[in-house]
């Protein structure tokens, strides 16, 4: 098969690798379309690079059933399914709370396994017992279901951070997961503040609703936060970024009883807090990590009835031969979303 294949830190290369073959209970996908997230970049550039290699990223994957191993049932060839990509054990004290994503032995496809940058993908035992492969309704394309990976993650910071309706919420950051934050934060009836340093993203927000949008580069994100909220703050601030300086800077803008999410994986650092203000201000600061088989399940129903449009986000399509470009695209953030189609 063809394949997108990782030798080292940036050091991606389009070719032929062995076509996977299903185990006992496990499936094999024929890939249709793979999102590109930006955890496979920084992956790629060198950020979490498992130390097998050579390997394959991606892990939003859409497409058919290619072949089911021995055990397997509930799935034809030819089968239409969106996949949950975290091979989780389903017995741990986290899994049996639900809490999937904190699995103490999970791996999953780009980390441990070959992920979906590849005309096939094969689908280890765990992600097929959890309930993880997942069929596909008849009228949702493959382009739209590909959304449903990246949504769960936003779905599972929402529940982390108790959004209801009326709720005033932050969201820093209108990159491709500040996007989904700001949609999943519509869905559940929240009036939404979106920053960001770059315009255009950000005329992107407001036409996907934002209720404000702010160039915290241009305005003082605190006085235009503390203006709209009537001097409280915003009720969650997600933070959808990885920069250790904003975190620090921008927690401070949450509401008393609030919720502060730190939602873009950060570099290992320190930021400074003072306790008072958890302690008498009754603050909850947390972190969502991807999300569970349920949320997954979730989003792909609230895509496929329209609860939320994802096709807005979708901004480059690329095939396996013009990946490189998609990398370099990727990196330069010069996409809003970027899938891959094979076939
Ligand atoms: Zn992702
Ligand atoms: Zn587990």
Redesign the pocket.
């Known amino acids: 098969m063809k394949a997108a294949v990782v030798h080292g830190v940036n050091d991606i290369r389009i070719e032929e690798y062995p076509t996977p073959k299903a185990g006992a209970g496990e499936v094999v996908v024929k890939t249709h379309v793979a999102?590109i997230?930006?955890?496979?970049i920084k992956t790629l550039l060198g950020l979490g690079l498992p130390k097998d290699l050579p390997t394959i990223l991606g892990?939003?994957v859409v497409g058919e059933i290619a072949e089911t191993g021995e055990g397997v049932s509930g799935f034809a060839v030819g089968d239409r399914v969106g996949v949950y990509p975290i091979a989780v054990c389903g017995k741990c004290r986290y899994c049996r709370q639900g809490r999937h994503n904190l699995c103490e032995a999970e791996f999953g496809l780009g980390h441990g396994i070959e992920g979906g940058f590849a005309e096939y993908v094969r689908l280890p035992r765990e992600i097929v017992d959890i309930g993880g492969v997942v069929r596909l309704a008849e009228d949702l394309s493959f382009e739209d279901a590909v959304f449903a990976?990246?949504l769960s993650?936003t779905l599972a910071a929402a529940r982390s951070c108790r959004l209801k309706k009326d709720d005033q919420v932050l969201i820093i950051g209108a990159g491709p997961m500040g996007l989904m934050h700001l949609k999943t934060a519509k869905y559940h009836g929240c009036e939404v503040m979106i920053a960001d340093l770059i315009d255009k993203r950000l005329e992107l927000a407001g036409k996907m609703g934002a209720d404000h949008v702010i160039n915290s580069g241009e305005k003082n994100l605190h006085d235009e936060v503390m203006r709209i909220t009537a001097g409280r703050g915003a009720d969650a601030v997600i933070i959808s970024l990885g920069i250790p300086q904003v975190i620090e800077d921008n927690m401070k803008l949450t509401a008393k009883g609030g919720v502060c999410n730190i939602f873009g994986g950060p570099p290992p650092s320190e930021i400074k807090l003072d306790p008072r203000w958890l302690h008498y201000l009754e603050i909850t600061l947390t972190g969502t990590f991807a999300s569970t088989p349920a949320d997954f399940r979730e989003c792909l129903e609230l895509i496929h009835n329209k609860s939320i449009i994802v096709s807005d986000l979708l901004s480059h399509t690329f095939t396996v031969d013009s990946f490189l470009d998609a990398v370099e695209k990727a990196k330069n953030q010069e996409m809003v979303r970027g899938i891959v189609t094979f076939t």
């Open positions: 999102g997230c930006a955890t496979d892990h939003e990976e990246p993650c």
